[in-house]
């Protein structure tokens, strides 16, 4: 996890004729009355961030009430060729599962036959982004995606097996910060169908890595480590030929202080001491190979390290950057799939003497998923898109659609569990064996609750952006409040951030949309004009919540979700409307785009209108206190007349 707050510092200094101090990383948030563990674990990751000057984006500038639309208007979409390269794959992929994987039989078995290992292989599922000089396919992001969402929308545990393998696996780290020797070992390898892995969670160090203690010991020569501790929940694990292993190495001495180094390591699952101890089962992902592997003085040559020492966090971290965008693109593959289910069945399924899709209470349902679809493949391949143009620092917005389209799903499985009432509840097997359709909302519910919480939980994600929409006023003014910087340098502060905060706030108040946009529909461009003006006061928002909590605002966190939220609907909204024109341009049939996209947008405005509502008014810190207290073994009647 990267902590609280980097920033568009560059749009920041445009904006400001005052050049604000620029505080080193770790003097930005006060760390100095933090408990030790707390502390050390802010540092590392506040040491693992990637401090870019201008990160170009557009979700982030959000934050500060810049509504850059020209960076995703015209809509970015994937280009006629680049598609034309993916098509021969993506039939190959549709038709291969279709004709060889069988969900239910994966999910009543808990495993995926070595046929489709083999199967998934030979057409090339296992290398998608590798480049072709490395035996990949060599294809864009755009068309990983749509891979994902062809996986997503037929079967969650292929999808995992195909997404752990190559988005977070050895073949992501590896693209991202590999040396050509270890592409030319390792890429051919995992495209070509052997399986890997990465292993960063342990026992005790989840949601907080910096905390963990798999312990890689240079040998007296430096020639080697010797690794020595266990990994837990490391997916595609009990399969996987190779693992990116994430180990912590000698810490080192920075500035007086002892820094922890975490160091990420190519390990080969055949090196002698490391065992995969224990296959983890789950309610859903029945199939999933997630495995407890063991290290018992496991040698690895300094020359698999990935990176440098001392980088391992920031591999981790980058490498999931990316690498959670193949999580919103299988979303918006399921959530296709249940939408479909649920048209069909409030289609058909009579009750009260019309189709239940014409009672408003299941209509309304379905109207969201509608809604939420169309979004959810906007933003995904909006960001896919400017992944593969390179266009500047997207962590935000990839962020932003794992966050968005995860939760969005499992809404979407819950309302179509509903929609299909009793037979929703009911496994395919039993549907299939009193003659009705085996259809698997149950088992697809079950796969797609744990996609809040692995590759960064939606509360991680939540700080993380949160972190990101700070950060900006950190760094103009947060060392006003750090208590760690010498008195000088706060007054200095003052100066300057005055200056700064004279010229931006007065900005903020200004009634102006997003200005002048060419061939945009009136319908979306009330909506972009809403989301312009939306940005200033979420801008605005923020600053009154800084000056009010000062250094403490990051504390808030029920507060800042709700700027959070408030920011991913304005960049859904955004893309929605984007995506929506782009279609039209296409010819799509206009009343079936612009109500879609319409409906989206002004259920997003009611969401934004209910997260404004919160910041003014909320019971967060009672909540806090009873929970506190009830943690502390108070309230014992709530714990009265159970078993
Ligand atoms: C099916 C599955 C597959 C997985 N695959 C992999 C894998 O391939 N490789 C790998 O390394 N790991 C993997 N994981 C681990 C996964 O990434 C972790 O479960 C996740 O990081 C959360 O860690 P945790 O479960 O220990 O929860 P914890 O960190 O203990 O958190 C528990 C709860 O507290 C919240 N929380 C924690 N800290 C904060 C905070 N500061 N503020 C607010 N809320 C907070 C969390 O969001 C969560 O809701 C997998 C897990 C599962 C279940």
């Not at 969201?368 to 898109?385: C, K, P, Q, R, Y």
Request: net charge positive; proline share 5%.
């Amino acid at each position: 996890m990267k902590s609280p707050l980097e920033a568009p510092e560059k749009q920041i200094a445009e904006e400001t004729s005052a050049k604000p101090e620029k505080p080193a990383p770790a003097a930005v948030i006060d760390t100095s009355k933090m408990a030790k563990g707390q502390r050390e674990a802010l540092e590392l990751a506040e040491a693992a961030r990637d401090p870019l000057e201008d990160r170009g984006s557009f979700a982030s500038n959000l934050f500060v009430g810049r509504y850059d639309f020209d960076r995703i208007y015209p809509y970015p979409a994937q280009s006629a060729e680049d598609r034309t390269a993916g098509e021969d794959f993506l039939c190959k992929l549709e038709s291969y599962l279709r004709e060889h994987v069988d969900p239910d039989e994966i999910d009543r078995t808990g495993e995926i036959p070595p046929e489709n290992f083999k199967g998934l292989a030979e057409i090339g599922a296992f290398g998608i982004k590798v480049p072709k000089k490395y035996g990949g396919l060599g294809l864009s992001q755009c068309n990983y995606g749509r891979a994902a969402v062809l996986l997503g929308s037929w079967d969650g545990n292929v999808a995992a097996l195909v997404s752990a393998h190559q988005s977070i696996g050895v073949a992501q780290p590896l693209l991202l910060f590999g040396t050509e020797e270890q592409k030319q070992k390792y890429l051919p390898r995992v495209a070509g169908g052997e399986i890997s892995a990465f292993a960063l969670t342990e026992r005790h160090a989840g949601s907080d890595p910096a905390t963990m203690s798999l312990r890689a010991e240079p040998t007296p020569d430096g020639s080697e480590f010797i690794l020595n501790g266990e990994k837990l929940w490391c997916t595609n694990g009990v399969k996987a030929g190779v693992l990116v292993v994430m180990a912590r190495t000698p810490s080192k001495m920075v500035g007086g202080k002892e820094r922890k180094q975490i160091t990420a390591f190519i390990v080969d699952v055949d090196t002698p001491g490391l065992e995969v101890t224990y296959r983890c089962r789950f309610m859903g992902l029945r199939a999933l190979y997630n495995a407890v592997v063991n290290f018992t003085d496991v040698r690895v040559p300094r020359e698999n390290i990935i990176s440098r020492e001392g980088a391992g966090l920031k591999v981790a971290l980058t490498t999931l950057n990316t690498g959670r965008l193949t999580l919103p693109a299988a979303c918006a593959g399921l959530s296709k799939r249940l939408l479909e289910i649920s048209r069909k069945w409030a289609g058909e399924r009579i009750q009260w003497g019309v189709p239940i899709g014409q009672h408003a209470a299941i209509a309304g349902k379905i109207a969201e998923m509608a809604g939420s679809v169309f979004a959810m493949e906007a933003m995904t391949f909006l960001t896919s898109s400017l992944l593969d143009r390179k266009a500047g620092d997207l962590r935000i917005e990839t962020a932003m659609c794992k966050m968005w389209a995860t939760e969005m799903t499992w809404r979407i499985a819950d309302d179509a569990m509903q929609v299909r009432g009793g037979r929703g509840y009911e496994t395919a097997a039993s549907l299939a064996g009193r003659g009705e359709p085996p259809i698997a909302v149950e088992r697809f519910l079950r796969d797609c609750r744990v996609n809040t919480i692995f590759e960064g939980s939606s509360e991680i994600m939540r700080l993380f952006i949160a972190r990101e929409a700070l950060d900006p006023h950190l760094k103009v003014g947060g060392a006003i409040f750090n208590t760690q910087l010498p008195m000088s340098d706060r007054a200095k502060a003052v100066f300057s951030s005055g200056k700064f905060y004279a010229g931006w706030y007065p900005r903020q108040w200004m009634p102006n949309g997003a200005g002048k946009i060419d061939n945009l529909h009136d319908t979306l461009r009330g909506h972009v004009n809403y989301a312009a003006r939306t940005s200033k006061r979420l801008a605005r928002g923020l600053f009154h919540a800084m000056a009010r909590f000062g250094p403490k605002l990051d504390r808030e966190q029920l507060l800042l979700s709700r700027f959070v939220g408030i920011a991913t609907e304005l960049f859904a909204i955004s893309a929605t409307c984007s995506y929506a024109q782009w279609l039209l341009g296409q010819g799509k049939p206009a009343d079936e785009i612009l109500a879609l996209a319409d409906y989206f947008c002004r259920s997003a405005r009611m969401r934004i209108d209910h997260h404004f509502a919160g910041t003014m008014r909320n019971v967060d810190k009672r909540g806090y206190d009873l929970v506190q207290n009830l943690l502390a073994g108070k309230h014992t009647l709530l714990r009265d007349g159970i078993v």
